[in-house]
């Protein structure tokens, strides 16, 4: 039995199978080769041509995920088409051209510091790839046509275009050479909750096909050939670990309410509208955070224009229907970037330019977000929300933009929610201050535990140094939260939050006591906090937070927080 070690992925399950190893042969059929009469005219008809078959067969696919949305975005981006273009004319026959191309642009995506968009590197190969197809009028073979039950598919890289000629019924995970989390192909696999190692680097090459593996997500390692005991062994941990997911799903169908009778809302966080869907079919009360920039990510050369994003926020304002749906304007700056957005290095990226001041500082790009945020507000209950928000002047001058593309759109005779609530990110020291002032006007508050906890700690969460600072159960951290309920409270206004200590069950109890009555969550875990919420008392609750404020250190403050959750288990 042999052993590989990794650290990523998509789930903390376990699965056993038979691993099928994916190598990728070049496009099927002879390429089209120039000749001293061929002119740039005929290999452009040729490349249009193309360009529009793939078009078509990615416009079919956009039914199966979001991700052939995206797919669809790149395929008709003008950057790519005019590279092609470009080099067609320098002499280079079609395939060749988009060959280069591909090359070029996946290149540059692959150099950003972004984990997020070094991934669309893949998805641009994968488009190249179907272009080259249907220059050379062949349709891809399916590699993945003999497919036993229980497989495990191993490959260097696999891309959305794979996927979908897969049958899930037959897959049980995935390991690939390289990647990350963020990929469209872990996306997926979390959509179809097969489970998904990445990133494993040449350790790949000691899989062949017919080898049975087990891929622990807990321990983040893959067993080859492991002995009958082992495998037994490991198959009765996933038995428990499906059994207990089963139960938990359960419980994200109930309305959480506390055995003394305070309802709860469990939210989601989501990227796009695949992930809306899952969250409402795993039980979620709404959406607390629909994070608008990935959007913006899917394109490669130049911002989402007012139709697009419109699409995209309606499509998900029809899957909530009544249910809300919190969208967050460009949240972008900081530890995210955008390929085409050419702003000047800074020192430190948190402190600087970001989030909303990046919109407040660019009005024609903010005003597009916004009227498609406003035309969406038609088809169901979206709510806005401004991150980065650091004085009710700061809100005002937003909610500014908000007044005046109504005006514009009511003068256009378009529908839209005149009454759509505007609320904001609470996730700056200076918005923890001002809660009072920003809570007399704001519809809602949603609280940013991610950024508020670096911001409050001093603590760069991206630097291993100062990772012991960035604790969010730290008392100024947790002192902060409260205020900022209170606040809320104090005003009538809704209090949420979406940072990941939301997520943390451990953190479950402590929220309840300290106010919050909206939960923004992954959406694995919808079920385990609708759980957790219905085992326990507020009042009992409420005892255990003032308990936890009267703390005056981390280690105490941890000391009660694991103590609590020993009890709850016993």
């Not at 990226?349 to 990046?358: E, Q, Y």
Request: proline share 4%; aromatic share 6%.
């Amino acid at each position: 039995m042999t052993r590989i070690r990794t650290n990523t992925a998509t789930t903390q399950g376990i699965v056993v199978g038979t691993a099928y190893v994916v190598r990728h042969p070049e496009p099927e059929g002879e390429p089209h080769v120039a000749d001293s009469a061929t002119d740039a005219l005929s290999e452009r008809t040729r490349f249009e041509r193309a360009l529009a078959r793939a078009a078509e067969q990615l416009g079919e696919l956009i039914g199966r995920s979001d991700v052939f949305s995206a797919h669809l975005a790149i395929a008709e981006d003008p950057m790519l088409r005019e590279s092609v273009e470009t080099k067609i004319e320098e002499g280079m026959t079609a395939e060749r051209a988009v060959e280069s191309s591909c090359a070029e642009i996946s290149g540059m995506m692959e150099e950003l510091e972004d984990e997020y968009l070094r991934e669309r590197a893949t998805d641009v190969r994968d488009v190249c790839t179907r272009i080259r197809q249907a220059l050379r009028g062949t349709e891809a073979a399916n590699p993945f046509a003999n497919l036993g039950p229980e497989a495990i598919v191993v490959a260097d890289e696999l891309t959305p275009s794979d996927t979908a000629m897969m049958d899930f019924s037959r897959i049980v995970g995935f390991v690939t050479r390289g990647g990350s989390t963020t990929s469209h192909v872990c996306i997926i696999a979390r959509n179809q909750c097969v489970l998904a190692m990445v990133g494993v680097g040449d350790d790949i090459a000691r899989i062949e096909t017919g080898d049975r593996l087990i891929l622990d997500g807990i321990r983040g390692e893959i067993l080859i050939d492991p002995d009958p005991a082992t495998e037994q062994h490991y198959r009765r941990r996933a038995r428990e670990i499906e059994t207990e997911r089963l139960r938990l799903m359960d419980f994200g169908r109930l309305r959480a309410v506390t055995t003394d009778g305070r309802p709860v809302a469990v939210f989601a966080n989501v990227a796009n509208t695949d992930e809306v869907r899952t969250a409402i079919d795993a039980g979620a009360d709404g959406i607390g955070l629909y994070r608008s920039e990935f959007l913006y990510m899917l394109h490669p050369d130049d911002y989402p224009d007012e139709q697009t994003q419109f699409e995209a926020y309606r499509a998900a304002a029809e899957l909530c229907g009544e249910r809300s749906l919190i969208i967050r304007t460009l949240d972008i700056g900081g530890d995210k970037a955008l390929p085409y957005m050419h702003a000047p290095r800074e020192e430190n990226p948190f402190l600087g330019w970001r989030a909303v001041r990046i919109s407040l500082s660019m009005p024609e790009l903010f005003e597009a977000q916004i009227r498609a945020l406003l035309r969406a507000s038609a088809y169901g209950n979206v709510k806005i929300m401004f991150p980065m928000i650091t004085s009710l002047d700061e809100f005002r001058r937003a909610r500014e933009v908000v007044e005046r593309c109504k005006a514009a759109l009511e003068r256009e005779g378009i529908a839209f929610n005149p009454a759509i609530e505007t609320g904001i990110m609470v996730e700056t020291p200076a918005a923890v201050l001002t809660a009072d002032l920003l809570a007399a006007e704001a519809d809602f508050f949603s609280i940013g535990t991610n950024d508020l906890t670096q911001y409050v700690m001093a603590a760069d969460r991206t630097n291993p140094r100062v990772s012991h600072l960035y604790d969010t159960f730290n008392l100024s951290v947790l002192r902060s939260i409260r205020s900022v309920i209170d606040a809320g409270a104090e005003a009538g206004r809704e209090v949420g939050m979406c940072g990941e200590f939301a997520s943390d069950p451990l953190g479950t109890r402590l929220l309840l006591g300290l106010g919050l009555q909206e939960f923004s969550v992954n959406i694995g875990v919808i079920g385990s906090i609708k759980a957790c919420i219905l085992r326990q008392s507020y009042a009992a609750c409420r005892d255990f937070a003032a308990r936890v404020l009267e703390a005056a250190t981390e280690e105490r403050i941890h000391a009660l927080i694991a103590e609590e959750d020993r009890e709850e288990t016993e």
